[in-house]
């Protein structure tokens, strides 16, 4: 048999720009697999049919979003020439395979999905009522894995409820109609910061609605203005001379997820590390003024590069267009050909050759 590839597949809903949970959580990483060259393939889907799920009222915030999010990709250094990026609604096969995958699975087995419970709590359809498409949405989640044929699958903690679940389908697929979708494995981010990136206030999550957001394309001055005006540090760290507490204290989580010794080298070289800065805050001393005077200059050492592709590539939208419609008509091939195997492998390939005739004029004359 020949060696399995390493294809990557993995994707975002268009609801909004990029912040930097999202880069610290998955961007970033997202760009190191690509340079790693240790896969044969990687895809990025821009979801906006799962966008729609929860947007059916606005599918004009889904249009909009979808050029910021291809700007932060292209932005913070995926490469179209490494990497395939693509738009999920411009990709037909997926639509179908979602409708037979959804044979697969039971109404019991999606309500039990934690994500997804969750965020029915969240959007307030608990309520209001459920729209089937929301409640499915991970049938479509594994018709977009499955058909790149991924192997693996770069997400954040709370998808992988969606991973399990497209294994089961896989599982269940290739018992019921032979050997024919790949399983795929989840790969998470390896640390507590990576995964999920506090916002600037402190609360468990950066989020739009809650204002508490670092969006890669923020500006120098609103950069600042965050980290000052909303970032607590440590309440017990009255004075200078106080102990201070790094646990817990935004300042020093976005530190730990951003900086690098060299930071300390061009900023702040009476220290060596990020061990003995907290070192010294802990011992007392080590004012929040200056600690976040040095995480202002890591983000900016982050995000002014970042910021200065975008500008480029603001300004030739034409060019970004042509790397989607590209990215696009490469990933609807893929996708066709395995919608083409699943319907062989469920026998309802009608037009794929003409031996079905004979195959009927048989039954018929056997009647
Ligand atoms: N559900 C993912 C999210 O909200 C986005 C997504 C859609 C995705 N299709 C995917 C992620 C396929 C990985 C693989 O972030």
Not at 215 to 226: A, R
Request: hydrophobic residues 35%; negative net charge; glycine residues 6%.
């Amino acid at each position: 048999m020949e060696t399995q590839k390493q294809i990557i597949l993995t994707g975002d809903r268009p609801t909004g720009r990029l912040h930097l949970g999202h880069y610290v959580g998955s961007l970033k990483r997202r760009v190191e697999l690509q340079n790693s060259g240790k896969y044969d393939e990687i895809n990025i889907l821009i979801a906006d049919d799962q966008a729609l799920t929860d947007n059916a009222d606005n599918p004009a915030k889904i249009r909009d979003n979808i050029i910021n999010v291809v700007l932060d990709y292209l932005s913070a250094g995926l490469d179209p020439e490494k990497t395939t990026i693509c738009i999920q609604s411009a990709l037909p096969a997926l639509h179908a395979l979602t409708f037979y995958y959804m044979n697969l699975v039971t109404t019991a087995r999606l309500a039990r999905n934690p994500t997804v419970k969750s965020e029915i709590q969240m959007r307030g359809f608990a309520d209001e009522g459920l729209p089937v498409g929301f409640f499915a949405y991970p049938v479509s989640q594994a018709a977009d894995i499955t058909a790149f044929d991924a192997t693996v699958v770069p997400v954040g903690e709370d998808q992988l409820p969606m991973i399990e679940q497209t294994r089961e389908i896989v599982e269940k697929f290739n018992r019921l109609y032979g050997d024919t979708l790949v399983l795929p494995k989840a790969m998470i981010p390896e640390n507590e910061t990576q995964r999920r990136l506090p916002g600037v206030d402190g609360k468990a999550k950066m989020s739009k609605s809650l204002g508490n957001c670092i969006y890669l394309s923020d500006t120098p001055k609103t950069v600042k203005q965050q980290v000052n005006g909303k970032m607590f540090t440590d309440p017990t760290h009255l004075r200078i001379e106080d102990p201070g507490h790094t646990e817990g204290n935004v300042v020093f989580t976005y530190l730990d997820a951003l900086c690098t010794d060299d930071h300390f080298a061009e900023y702040l070289p009476e220290y060596k590390n990020l061990d003995e800065m907290k070192e010294h805050y802990r011992r007392g001393g080590l004012g929040d003024g200056k600690c976040k005077k040095f995480l202002i200059q890591v983000l900016e050492e982050t995000l002014s590069p970042i910021r200065a592709e975008r500008a480029k590539w603001e300004k030739d939208i034409a060019t970004v267009y042509d790397i989607l419609s590209a990215g696009t008509q490469k990933a609807r091939e893929t996708t066709n050909a395995t919608l083409a195997r699943v319907q062989k492998a469920m026998r309802i390939d009608y037009f794929a050759d003409r031996a079905i005739i004979k195959e009927w004029e048989k039954l018929l004359k056997n009647k």
